[in-house]
């Protein structure tokens, strides 16, 4: 079991680029959660999804942001327009139902607005 | 929303000695109370929880306690080791049963 995937590892845009971050959860695992964490703090919940719809996007900021988890492939949280403030660690978590217990995350992908 | 408060924010001990971590919460619906462990630039990883019909839970070196009551729940790491040196996060979940709230971590250095 390869666990939660993240691609890229690092992503450099300029201000003003779109970022596209990829996540495939673990085998057998159709929910995913999107959480991001600013240096020193903790992890702040984005969205959660399962396969074709989103539950739960209490924590996505109203512009420019935006996730889907389609039938096929992995999960995408797209950053439109990106800016400073954007610049972050990007998570991504898997669980093989809708409790959001026992949480499995990916690596992470290290976001930097220039 | 849900706030979680976590403290100290950083600590130190000797190897051998035991580390406490504390973290309180708000929102009186929360019932699932877990910590992540996380090395510097890696994942964050689970590495105990606890749900709120119950008061404690151990794992070896380490156990957790809840108290509903008061809203508090802490991490006790026994006879800690130089690779326990870690950020260590605590986490609520939330009303709305989807989210989790994080404390803004511990960061615990081991020294030998």
């Known amino acids: 079991n390869a666990g939660v995937m993240q691609n890229p590892r690092h992503l450099v845009r300029r201000r003003g680029q779109e970022a596209r971050l990829r996540c495939s959860p673990m085998?057998?695992?159709?929910?995913v959660y999107w959480y991001r964490q600013l240096p020193e703090e903790g992890l702040k919940f984005m969205v959660y999804?399962?396969?074709?719809?989103?539950?739960?996007e209490s924590g996505m900021p109203k512009e420019r942001f935006s996730a889907e988890f389609p039938k096929e492939g992995p999960s995408i949280l797209r950053i439109q327009q990106v800016v400073r403030g954007d610049s972050a660690a990007y998570f991504c978590?898997?669980?093989?139902?809708?409790?959001?217990?026992?949480?499995?995350f990916g690596s992470g992908t290290q976001l930097s607005v220039l | 929303g849900e706030n979680v408060e976590q403290h100290p924010s950083t600590l130190s001990v000797q190897e051998g000695d035991s580390a406490v971590i504390k973290c309180t919460y708000s929102?009186?619906?929360?019932?699932?109370f877990p910590w992540y462990k996380q090395e510097l630039g890696k994942r964050p990883q689970l590495i105990i929880d606890?749900?709120?019909?119950?008061g404690e839970k151990k794992d070896q070196r380490i156990a957790v306690t809840l108290n509903k009551t008061a809203k508090h729940f802490s991490l006790h790491i026994t006879e800690t080791q130089p690779e326990d040196s870690a950020v260590y996060f605590c986490?609520?979940?939330?009303?709305?049963?989807?989210?989790?709230?994080f404390g803004k971590g511990t960061s615990l250095l081991v020294t030998p």
């Open positions: 978590a898997s669980s093989p139902d809708s409790r959001n217990e026992k949480l499995f």
């Open positions: 085998k057998g695992h159709s929910h």
């Open positions: 999804l399962q396969k074709e719809n989103i539950i739960d």
């Open positions: 929102d009186s619906a929360s019932n699932y």
């Open positions: 606890i749900r709120s019909n119950v």
């Open positions: 986490a609520a979940s939330s009303n709305s049963g989807y989210a989790l709230n």
